[in-house]
């Protein structure tokens, strides 16, 4: 029986957290390897490895590859993982907004308007009667 579930743990862990995420997103997140946090519609594992670094470095391919500074260690590593990748995504958001709204501006025969990055709980998204159109984000 063992053996088993050894051999079946991979999805074992995948139907758990499947089942989280639809019933709770409220759930705290942790941040160690092996975990997974949302991307661009996506779960994507994280690797994280202690590395000869002086801050958090973050690489996303089909997993997101987290290199940690040795003397960081329990809470101070989590927060500081979640602070970088959070800071990560926030970034990457920025640019995709920046490149889509030139691309459809473009498309659109229109002047490029004003776009500002915001965390607002419930409004996805708006254009205010100035013409700026906040882009909401969802970094969890």
Known sequence: MIVFLNSKR???FNAVEDCRSQHSSK?????LSGT???YR?????LQIESADVEQV?????SRFLIQVPYQLAGDEREDAI??????WKRDRAWQDIQYFTKVYARKLGVQLPPVKL?????????????GV???QLAVS
Request: contains cysteine; charged residues 25%.
């Open 82 to 87: 979640e602070q970088a990748l959070t800071h």
């Open 118 to 130: 915001s965390e607002q709980k419930r409004v996805w998204g708006t254009c205010s009667k100035d």
């Open 57 to 61: 470095i973050i690489a996303c391919r």
């Open 41 to 45: 519609g996506r779960r994507l594992m």
């Open 10 to 12: 991979r999805w074992l």
């Open 133 to 135: 159109i906040p882009y």
């Open 36 to 38: 997974k946090v949302m």
């Open 27 to 31: 759930l705290p997140q942790h941040y």
